[in-house]
């Protein structure tokens, strides 16, 4: 028989028996858009992962490991083990190699997210992603002491708009914190969506920092004496310490001998990562959790095709007569061999493709949901270069299982079908 | 994601002293590679251990011979790196530092050779990463470090015997 007319049949027989191929095609989808699921959410979490900021060259803070300070500076977890003096970042902004320095001042926080004390120029020069720059959503930069830009994050969970006050807590954590009550600050900005820290981070500026501790002793406020908010600007407000800075080199081939100068500075013991350097290194470490994830998911389409094979096998039975007569009308071993192998075939390839259509509808509803919410930017695409070779693979994977009702059936269908037992 | 997240970070400060790597470790070695413009520059830095198994200066024949003929081997760039063939790119310049100046020990019993190569490209744009013969030449040497910084970011790659290539 020449195989169109029994790919034909192999598809009216399949619809025969839609409802057993239906529970198996949806098992085959489900585990599909699993399988792709995972490598999506991977690949794209790795992605906003190792661009949570780009276009910075150095990383500097006090000397501890490297991670750590990737930690603290960048994702703002952890903390610092020591500061920065502010005469060394001085001294670092003005090396002839330095583009740009931004000073980072961490340690107070706001209902659990991390205040950032830094400069205006934060918002211009820091960038994520394929050098994405930060964008307000509404508002501006921060112009005065007491004024504060929060992240889009923050904004969302707390509901604050520009105008409103909010007040520091001094430290981190939500338990029994100290709380700079006296200076309330203004938001001014609010920033856009960006998958990255900055979008749980309240920036406010340098002198700010210091004007909150302004009458402060030791970590905690000195009784009886207290500063108000309208006094502080009649106070120097440079800071004496910080707690690691942002480096933007003029020339990129420099990076190597500027981190060799900052890990050699005579004042003070610092430490200067390439950001870059440091996010590969982290995500190394977490290589084993990813690929754990990537094996329960591999073996969940074993388990849906296997489905497959075992309702196929099943109904060899309930179609020892159709096939006995399909050889009693001239079809030979190999057409039944073909025709099973087709349906196998037709309901992986159908699975596969319904697995991965329903990701892709509900990554694109979900993106947006999932950057708000969680902080993972899901690119919205139909398949990557990646998921398509799981595709095929999925694909490939189910042709060979449906190789086995196909045997099994060549095997026994004459000689099964035609004898009848009753 | 939230508790992803603070999983991430919980699994990365446990492991993070495996990952810090030494300054002087024998058996291994440092390249940092950045590309600008049409400039190629490759700096390499190697504990002397992992080159010809010992840190002080050549007394016998044999480490003689062995100090000779790394150093042969390091002023040879064309051999030692590969970079993508479509990048079109010669070596411009080199320099191998002398491990021991004024033929003395280090003090700390420890000695590093370094070299610093330049290389300029024809095709930059092409330009998707490079081998070695580094492994080849020297036997004891388990482990690359390399850090980049090109126009596409920084990052880090180990390369090993038997993935004697770097990619970005």
Redesign the interface.
């Known amino acids: 028989m020449s195989p169109i007319p029994l790919l034909r049949l192999a598809a009216r027989s399949a619809w025969a028996r839609r409802l057993t191929l239906g529970v198996t095609l949806v098992a085959i989808m489900l585990s599909t858009a699993l399988l792709l699921c995972v490598e999506r959410v991977r690949a794209d979490?790795r992605q906003s992962f190792t661009q949570s900021v780009?276009g910075v060259?150095l990383v500097v803070g006090a000397r501890t490991?490297?991670?750590?300070l990737m930690?603290y500076a960048v994702?703002h977890?952890?903390a610092a083990t020591n500061n920065v003096d502010w005469k060394s970042f001085e001294i670092l902004s003005a090396h002839p190699a330095v583009e740009w320095a931004l000073p980072l001042s961490l340690g107070d926080s706001h209902r659990g997210f991390a205040v950032l004390g830094t400069t205006p120029a934060y918002f211009e020069r820091f960038s994520y992603g394929e050098h994405q720059s930060l964008k307000f959503r509404s508002g501006e930069s921060f112009a005065k002491v007491f004024d504060a830009v929060v992240g889009s994050e923050v904004a969302a969970k707390l509901g604050y708009k520009v105008g409103d006050a909010i007040t520091l807590s001094h430290g981190m954590g939500s338990a029994n914190l100290l709380e700079h009550g006296d200076k309330p600050f203004q938001v001014v900005g609010i920033l856009e969506v960006t998958g990255t820290p900055v979008d749980r981070t309240i920036h406010v500026g340098l002198e700010a920092i210091t004007a909150l501790h302004l009458d402060w002793v030791a970590g905690a406020p000195v009784k009886g004496l207290s500063i108000p908010q309208d006094f502080v600007s009649k106070f120097d407000l440079k800071p004496k310490e910080i707690t690691a800075a942002l480096i933007g080199l003029k020339?990129?081939?420099d990076?190597?001998r500027m981190q060799r100068f900052v890990n050699e500075f005579r004042g003070e013991p610092l430490l200067a990562v390439?950001?870059?350097?440091?996010l590969?290194?982290?995500w190394?470490?977490?290589g084993l959790?990813e690929r754990t994830l990537f094996a329960v998911s591999v073996l969940v389409i074993i388990v849906g095709l296997a489905g497959l094979v075992a309702t196929m096998l099943a109904s060899l039975n309930e179609r020892r007569r159709e096939l006995a007569i399909l050889r009693a009308l001239g079809a030979g071993p190999g057409d039944i061999f073909i025709m099973l192998a087709a349906e196998g075939l037709l309901v992986t390839t159908l699975g596969a493709v319904l697995g991965a259509a329903m990701l892709a509808i509900v990554s694109t509803i979900f993106a947006p949901w999932?950057l708000e919410?969680?902080?993972?930017l899901l690119t919205p695409r139909l398949l990557s270069l990646s998921e398509l070779y799981l595709f095929g693979g999925v694909i490939i994977t189910g042709m060979l299982a449906s190789l086995v009702p196909g045997w099994r059936a060549w095997r026994m269908s004459l000689a099964d079908g035609l004898t009848p037992r009753t | 994601m939230k508790i992803v997240r603070a999983m991430v970070l919980s699994v990365l400060v446990i492991t993070l002293p495996a990952i810090a790597a030494p300054a002087h470790q024998h058996g291994s070695a440092k390249i940092d590679i950045s590309v600008e413009g049409n400039k190629f520059t490759i700096g390499l830095e190697m504990p002397l251990d992992s080159t010809i198994g010992s840190e002080r200066p050549a007394r016998t024949d044999k480490e003689k011979l062995a100090y000779a003929s790394m150093m042969a081997a390091l002023k040879n760039p064309a051999g030692l790196f590969t970079p993508t063939a479509a990048a079109n790119c010669r070596v411009e310049s080199f320099q191998v530092s002398d491990p021991f100046p004024g033929g003395k020990p280090k003090p700390d019993g420890h000695a590093d050779i370094d070299a610093e190569y330049l290389l300029i490209c024809a095709n930059p744009a092409a330009l998707k990463g490079f081998e070695t013969t580094l492994f080849k030449q020297f036997k004891r040497l388990q482990k690359i470090d390399v850090q980049r910084a090109t126009p596409s970011g920084q990052g880090k790659m180990t390369m090993t015997p038997g993935q004697a290539s770097a990619a970005w």
């Open positions: 979490a780009s060259d490991g490297s991670v750590q930690l994702f977890a952890g020339r990129r081939s990076v190597f390439m950001p870059g350097v440091a590969d290194e982290l190394q470490t977490i959790v999932l919410h969680l902080g993972v």
